[in-house]
């Protein structure tokens, strides 16, 4: 397993567990939020690693998204996203009386994390190619 795809499984993993800890459980939200930033944040490592580009010890995707675009343009349209996750990463982890997360918006975020994903997947997925050299999808 390369680099890149062993943060996009851990990436994936976050995403799995937001969508679980919504199930009937109104008491672990902000847990279920913050697995959302997670799983944004190593998606966009998981970009990083791929493209041969240094880690930074962070958990601000506003940073690591602005090194994503260094690489590729096309990540600025996850801006938005990006920003709305971030917050997570921190508010949902402490005690805060400023922070409470409702099932509405933890089914937004874990749409957010799921957009950002999908998307360095496909920057990440290369066609194989035969002897012919005409490039073949992966199926």
């Known amino acids: 397993m390369t680099g890149h795809d062993a943060w996009l499984i851990k990436a994936l993993s976050d995403l799995k567990s937001a969508k679980k800890l919504t199930q009937n459980d ?80 933890v089914i937004e975020s874990i749409k957010k994390a799921t957009t950002i994903l999908n998307f360095v997947k496909k920057k990440i997925e290369t066609p194989t190619f035969e002897f012919t050299g005409e490039p073949q999808s992966k199926s």
């Open 26 to 105: 109104n008491e672990t939200l902000d847990t279920a939020s913050y697995h959302t930033q997670q799983c944004a944040e190593k998606a966009l490592k998981a970009f990083l690693v791929f493209k041969n580009q240094h880690i930074p010890y962070t958990h601000d995707l506003q940073r690591l998204l602005e090194l994503c675009t260094k690489q590729d343009k096309t990540f600025e349209i996850l801006l938005s996203d990006a920003l709305d996750l971030l917050p997570y990463a921190t508010y949902s982890r402490y005690p805060d009386d400023r922070f409470f997360i409702d099932e509405e918006e």
